[in-house]
């Protein structure tokens, strides 16, 4: 079960001033004590709850993968490289508008597209990029809103905030687009959801994003703003491997950087997550490793798999096999970072029976521990 014994102190004291926050926005949004200020989770003032959601959804407390896995798919976690699997292929839009404004195939804008349009979902919660080319969560209720949030903004945004500030007897039926550590929160949500915010029976669609790791709010911006004129903007791109390079398109050029200048601006809670993924939504896109345009596409529910028969009978999407070779580099990258994790989680706690916030298997935790994993985690 989710773990409901401690409140915001023991999250302050435990995670975030730990450093070890993922800014997915489980804690924020519906509280008066925490807020969101210049990338991190501030306190205004202790609350002095003894328990608290705000510490038993945090993706960073103790996680049962088990009885989370159990409630979404019906089976157990059992560390399967890219988790729970109905269906893997390649996809991409069939609408050009859409994949000229996406990161790669623009699969998650059709999707989300597709179910505002067949009625599945009233509004969809992105993430945006502002002027400033921070990101920025928004609630999307047309397609011209939906467009508007395409692409990848790669630094870390509590995007769960504003799921929590919708109304608690709102009806709208939402679609939202989440990394892995999102994706843990809303998943340990739905395991004790929440008494005073929105039904989580309103999300009819959730879709992960495949995520290595992500960049941090404010030391990434000043990056940014010292190398790059922002304003002018239009796309940032970190190619899957062996590219090795954060590319930014400004206007028709391309500046490229290393991508190990770039790593130095990781969420250093990254180093501690085993999802690449995002294992615990209804269907997970990333890009195609070696191929240009095109997304990766894991279905994990029935629901995911009947939207994509929707995509499919409608002329949404294009489908295609996904090479035998994409499909293994993605598992190896994918079981790579769980066995990163984990090594590093004992690291961290100098004990191997202490892995900090995960619930795994004897088995499963040897395994992993015994994976050679090299030197630097890639993208
Ligand atoms: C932080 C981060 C790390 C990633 N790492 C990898 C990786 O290692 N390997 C890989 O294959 N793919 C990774 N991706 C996913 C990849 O960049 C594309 O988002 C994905 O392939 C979908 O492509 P698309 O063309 O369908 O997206 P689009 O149709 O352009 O849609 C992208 C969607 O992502 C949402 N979004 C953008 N930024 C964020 C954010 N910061 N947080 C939450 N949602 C956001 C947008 O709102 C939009 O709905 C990462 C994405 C992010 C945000």
């Not at 004590?33 to 959601?53: N, P």
């Not at 290595?212 to 709010?217: C, D, G, I, K, V």
């Not at 250093?268 to 993924?277: E, G, K, Q, S, V």
Request: overall charge positive.
């Amino acid at each position: 079960m989710v773990t409901k014994t401690k409140g915001m102190g023991e999250l302050f004291k435990e995670v975030i001033n730990k450093d070890l926050c993922t800014l997915c926005g489980a804690c924020i949004g519906d509280c008066p004590y925490t807020v969101f200020y210049r990338g991190k989770i501030r306190m205004l003032d202790l609350c002095t709850r003894e328990e608290g959601h705000c510490y038993g959804y945090c993706p960073r407390t103790r996680t049962d993968l088990d009885a989370i896995n159990n409630k979404l798919f019906g089976v157990p976690f059992t560390g399967a490289e890219i988790g729970t699997v109905k269906d893997v292929f390649m996809a991409r839009s069939r609408d050009a508008k859409v994949r000229s404004g996406a990161q790669y195939g623009g699969t998650v804008t059709s999707l989300l597209l597709l179910a505002l349009e067949s009625d599945l979902i009233n509004a969809a919660i992105t993430t945006n990029t502002d002027e400033d080319k921070l990101p920025e969560a928004s609630v999307a209720r047309s397609a011209a809103g939906v467009m508007a949030g395409a692409g990848s903004n790669y630094m870390a945004y509590p995007v769960l905030e504003a799921l929590n500030r919708m109304p608690k007897d709102s009806k709208e039926k939402l679609g939202i687009v989440v990394t892995p550590c999102q994706a843990i929160a809303l998943a340990k949500m739905r395991l004790d959801p929440p008494t005073q915010r929105a039904s989580l029976d309103n999300i009819r669609l959730s879709v992960g994003l495949f995520c290595t790791w992500a960049l941090a709010y404010d030391r990434f911006y000043e990056f940014l703003k010292n190398n790059v004129d922002l304003p002018k903007v239009r796309k940032f791109d970190i190619p899957p491997p062996p590219a090795n390079r954060f590319d930014v398109y400004i206007g028709k050029e391309v500046k490229s950087f290393p991508l190990d200048e770039v790593r130095k601006y990781r969420m250093p809670t990254c180093a501690y997550c085993l999802d690449m993924t995002a294992e615990f939504t209804d269907i997970s896109v990333g890009s195609v490793e070696g191929i240009e345009g095109w997304n990766t596409v894991i279905v994990r529910t029935q629901h995911g798999a009947d939207i994509i028969a929707e995509a499919k009978k409608k002329g949404k999407l294009e489908i295609k096999d996904l090479p035998a070779q994409s499909l293994a580099h993605l598992k190896e990258a994918s079981l790579i970072k769980k066995a990163r994790a984990v090594q590093e989680i004992v690291k961290k706690t100098g004990d191997k029976n202490d892995l900090m916030y995960i619930d795994i298997s004897h088995d499963l935790k040897e395994k992993l521990l015994g994976h050679k994993v090299g030197a630097q985690g890639g993208h």
